[in-house]
């Protein structure tokens, strides 16, 4: 068997993922498996088990122990890859399952955080159970999002493979250039508060927020900080979901004839 090193250059080169919060630890996860016969489909199974036992461990109190269960959830997230580079296992189900943990997973997750800070079943934040219900929702409508284009794509190849191309002349066009930003302080700070969004980040400021209200704000009522954060998230999902439908709208046929020019 290779070592920890020898693996990740195998299977961790060019791979998506966060470098520090997944891949520094899903290769000790990964290389007892490489061994047995548990297969890629397999793994990605247990990491939606997983994905939902850590909602219901939130909303049933466990709060921490939800957390650790999600964390876990997303090393697993880049097990299942790990696992089928090295064994050569690929299938289209496989990649099936991953895109359904994305679009489950986090969202559940912080509907289940909703819930807990607004305090159901008994003394209900109204204010915090909307926005985080409206953000949970978005969520997953964000992520879909990001793939219409190619679905619009494949739809659009489905209606015309059929019938004869028509042949015209080829133009030369030059597309027109994307406004560019210094990268200042103010676009670093939006693509950060944006990157807190993926669901290892979002585990992380959780976890502080709960650290928080237990050692900073002990005795007070309810979840005042993990409220905050609850509709920090909710409000900016929102916000984020609406600039990306609007933005998608003027840019679907550019991101559709750049995917046909790869094809």
């Not at 247990?46 to 999600?70: E, H, Q, R």
Request: net charge positive.
């Amino acid at each position: 068997m290779e070592s920890i090193k020898e693996l990740r250059v195998m299977l961790q080169t060019n791979v998506l993922g966060h470098p520090i919060l997944q891949r520094v630890l899903s290769i000790y996860l990964t290389r007892p498996l490489l061994s047995t016969s548990v297969t890629p489909n397999q793994v990605t199974v247990f990491m939606l088990l997983l994905g939902t036992a850590a909602a219901a461990a939130i909303f049933a109190g466990w709060f921490l122990t939800g957390l650790l269960l999600a964390y876990l959830n997303v090393l697993f997230d880049a097990v299942d890859g790990e696992v089928a580079r090295y064994k050569k296992v690929y299938s289209q189900r496989g990649v099936y399952l991953d895109l359904i943990n994305h679009l489950w997973t986090g969202a559940v997750i912080f509907l289940a955080v909703t819930l807990y800070a607004a305090g159901l079943p008994t003394d209900v934040q109204m204010p915090v159970l909307l926005v985080g219900i409206l953000g949970a929702l978005a969520m997953p409508v964000r992520r879909a999002n990001g793939d219409l284009h190619r679905v619009m794509m494949v739809r659009k190849h489905l209606e015309t493979a059929e019938r004869p191309a028509p042949v015209q002349k080829k133009e030369q066009h030059t597309a027109a250039p994307e406004a560019r930003f210094s990268p200042g302080f103010l676009r670093r700070l939006t693509q950060s508060v944006y990157d807190l969004h993926e669901l290892a980040p979002m585990l992380i400021v959780l976890f502080l927020g709960a650290m928080a209200e237990q050692y900073l704000l002990p005795g007070r009522a309810g979840h005042p900080v993990l409220s905050w954060v609850v509709i920090f998230y909710g409000a900016t999902s929102c916000l984020y979901l609406l600039r990306e439908v609007v933005g998608g709208y003027y840019a679907i046929e550019r991101r559709i004839n750049s995917l046909a020019e790869r094809l």
